[in-house]
């Protein structure tokens, strides 16, 4: 899943992990999905670019 290769380490937990966190179900695997992609999206928008130039030169 294309998912598990782009995500931080640490950002989606594993299989076991989601079923006692979420549950079974495909819907609960949805959420820790969901939770994994807003995740990814906050660290590279927190993160600096560094191919920028610095700012007020």
Same mark, same amino acid.
């Given at each position: ?12 937990? !594993?299989? $076991? ?11 609960? $695997? ?24 610095? !700012?007020?030169?």
């Amino acid at each position: 899943m294309a998912i598990e290769l782009t995500c931080p380490a640490g950002v989606l937990p !594993s299989e $076991e992990a989601v079923n006692q966190l979420y549950g079974p179900l495909p819907v609960h $695997e949805g959420e820790a999905l969901a939770k994994a992609i807003i995740e990814t999206v906050e660290r590279l928008t927190r993160c600096p670019h560094r191919d920028e130039a610095p !700012s007020g030169t």
